[in-house]
């Protein structure tokens, strides 16, 4: 079934390209910063190169906007990494791949999903942590980064502890996220969700995107998080209109993980 955003903005694209420009240029004017708002885009679930992460990456490259890109690591393989590579152009600096979980399972036996949460023994969250950790490096080479971000957004206090341990740069969660990231492990947070909303209208789902956009730039750093393999055309035409939209204001910058973690730990 077709997003209902997505929906929506098939019948009335010109309405809604009006509405996201007001939306930007008021949360601009009530931000009141001097300077550009950090922008950060984050894609989750990436390892197979389809057809819709094909069309992500040449969109970001054709806005040359960084694009930070959490990985599991149990789905990816030698020729995917290849085929990604070559999509990707491995010498780009537009992007940063990190991990994302180990098999993105939930272990939670009720409540809310979590592959790394409280009902895990630390010995065995360490153990799939440090695994996917060597699975990726093994895979990517210099292009891994060591960063985190658990599958769901979500984790429990032990194992950001022993991420923090294994050094891991940074991790990247939602926005209000808990248990608070240890000290020296900034969290970079995502606070505007594209394309995982759960709205049963089009036009409740439109109203919260626009909140959550506006929320994120007056905070001062505004984090989208990206779901490539739920995007149709019509997702990805309003993913196009926002990067326009956003690079011929110029009053944001634009970040992928590993910027934002050397800025901090140089700070």
């Not at 007001?22 to 679930?45: H, K, N, S, Y």
């Not at 429990?156 to 000290?183: C, D, M, Q, W």
């Not at 149709?232 to 910027?259: I, V």
Request: aromatic residues 10%; neutral net charge; charged residues 20%.
């Amino acid at each position: 079934m077709p997003h209902p955003i997505s929906k929506l903005w098939k019948h009335d694209d010109n309405g809604q390209e009006m509405n996201l420009e007001r939306c930007l240029t008021e949360a601009l004017a009530a931000a009141g910063r001097q300077g550009p708002i950090p922008v950060f885009f984050r894609a989750d679930d990436v390892a197979v190169p389809g057809k819709q992460f094909c069309k992500l990456v040449d969109l970001f490259s054709r806005y040359q906007v960084p694009l930070s890109m959490s990985v599991v690591p149990t789905w990816l393989t030698e020729n995917r990494w290849k085929s990604i590579e070559r999509i990707c152009n491995k010498n780009s600096k537009l992007w940063c791949f990190y991990q994302h979980g180990w098999r993105h399972m939930n272990h939670e036996p009720s409540g809310k999903k979590q592959e790394f949460g409280p009902a895990r023994p630390i010995a065995e969250m360490e153990h799939d942590l440090v695994y996917g950790r060597e699975r990726l490096m093994s895979l990517m080479q210099d292009a891994f980064f060591p960063a985190f971000t658990p599958p769901w957004n979500r984790c429990s206090k032990a194992a950001l502890t022993v991420l923090k341990n294994a050094g891991y740069r940074a991790i990247s969660r939602s926005r209000g996220a808990s248990p608070p990231a240890p000290a020296g492990m900034p969290d970079f947070q995502v606070n505007v969700d594209l394309h995982t909303r759960k709205e049963h209208t089009a036009a409740l789902g439109w109203k919260n995107l626009y909140a959550e956009l506006t929320t994120g730039i007056e905070d001062g750093f505004c984090g989208i998080m990206i779901h490539h393999q739920r995007m149709n055309e019509n997702a990805l035409t309003f993913l196009d209109g926002l990067l326009e939209k956003m690079m011929t204001m110029g009053t944001f910058c634009f970040y992928h993980l590993k910027n934002l973690a050397e800025e901090h730990h140089e700070a």
